[in-house]
């Protein structure tokens, strides 16, 4: 059975419409705009603007999700979409070496970021880039990002960073600098197509394969380590 402080936090944190407030504008602009089509008898436009309507909700989904069952250490599962790297590497922010688990959305993934850790917000980079395609390895590096620092109490570092895609040409990040952070916490957006890198320490479990599917704030995807390196 799930812990009453589980649902509690889960609550607490998601008081989000089911449709994402990033997408109101578009979604009222072409709710117009179809309806003027139809009254106007301009049948010719008004099937492609229906089907862009379409698009356009479909992608600004943000269905509540359940927290997983409480894990030590549980990294949870940062946004929705397919794993496409999981190796030890160097993470760029923090120069130090890191287990990374990459997870690219495509543009019919919820694009709802969530905080993979509780912890304090150490510090926050935003890089402007260039768009290459997401699932590609370049793009962590050379793309539009943004990145957070978080540590959690007991001291683990984790870097979670928003990637830009192919079409994407907004990130939205709504912590900073200074600020805690609480799992599952909804703390950032992206339009249309991107990735989410995380880095963790090296000696992290990790609970997902490569190729599979995942959803935001659902399920666990890698452990931390008990202890902290010195």
Not at 121 to 139: H, I, P, T
Not at 176 to 183: A, D
Not at 202 to 223: D, K, Q, Y
């Amino acid at each position: 059975m799930r812990s009453l402080d589980t649902l509690a936090l889960m609550k607490k944190h998601y008081p989000y419409p089911f449709f994402a407030r990033e997408g109101w504008f578009y979604m009222g602009t072409l709710s117009i705009a179809v309806l003027a089509s139809l009254w106007w008898g301009w049948w010719w436009s008004s099937l492609p603007l229906f089907l862009l309507w379409a698009f356009v909700v479909q992608f600004f989904r943000d269905p509540p999700r359940s927290l997983p069952e409480p894990m030590e250490g549980g990294v949870l599962c940062p946004a929705d979409g397919r794993v496409i790297a999981i190796e030890q590497t160097e993470d760029p922010y923090l120069s130090r070496p890191a287990l990374k688990v990459s997870i690219f959305m495509n543009v019919f993934d919820v694009h709802a970021n969530r905080a993979p850790v509780s912890g304090s917000v150490r510090q926050n980079w935003y890089y402007r880039g260039r768009f290459f395609n997401a699932s590609l390895d370049k793009a962590s590096l050379e793309n539009e990002r943004n990145a957070l620092w978080l540590q959690t109490a007991p001291g683990q570092d984790v870097t979670v960073v928003q990637v830009a895609g192919l079409v994407a040409r907004r990130i939205l990040c709504y912590v900073r600098e200074g600020e805690e952070i609480r799992i599952g916490q909804r703390f950032g957006f992206i339009r249309f197509g991107s990735r989410v890198d995380t880095y963790l320490p090296p000696e992290s479990t990790v609970l997902v394969h490569l190729g599979e599917r995942v959803h935001s704030g659902s399920r666990w995807i890698a452990r931390l380590p008990k202890t902290v390196a010195v």
